[in-house]
């Protein structure tokens, strides 16, 4: 069993940034990690991901440039720097494993935290 506990949420101006964590209980060791968001009404959506050892990362269109994903596998937490925040990145954020490294594909991934607000204001 994998417990994974997101952090970092809140409520910022468009243009700031904010750094989210993830932190890990059980099972991580070797596999891929991801970061998915959902706004209200909308599907859930990719956002990055992130190898095991950090050598590989992929990001969805919208936020390459402006977020960055990282792993400390010492402390079993996953991490996700947003810059330059903007209001349609408003959404529940939450981190998952991945049984196939580095993926977009939600089905690819078993194991999901109970997210974490993030809301941009114009």
């Known amino acids: 069993q994998v417990q994974l506990v997101e952090s970092g949420g809140g409520l910022v101006q468009a243009g700031g940034s904010l750094r989210l964590s993830c932190a890990a209980n059980?099972?991580?060791?070797?596999?891929?990690m991801g970061w998915f968001r959902q706004a209200p009404g909308k599907e859930r959506e990719f956002v990055a991901a992130?190898?095991?050892?950090?050598?590989?990362?992929d990001y969805t269109d919208s936020v390459k440039g402006r977020f960055t994903i990282s792993r400390d596998n010492a402390k079993d937490t996953v991490y996700l720097l947003m810059n330059s925040l903007k209001p349609e990145d408003t959404a529940v954020y939450y981190c998952a494993r991945s049984t196939r490294g580095v993926t977009m594909n939600l089905d690819d991934y078993d194991y999901w935290g109970q997210g974490t607000q993030v809301t941009v204001s114009s």
């Open positions: 992130i190898n095991w050892s950090g050598s590989n990362t």
């Open positions: 059980g099972r991580t060791f070797g596999y891929g």
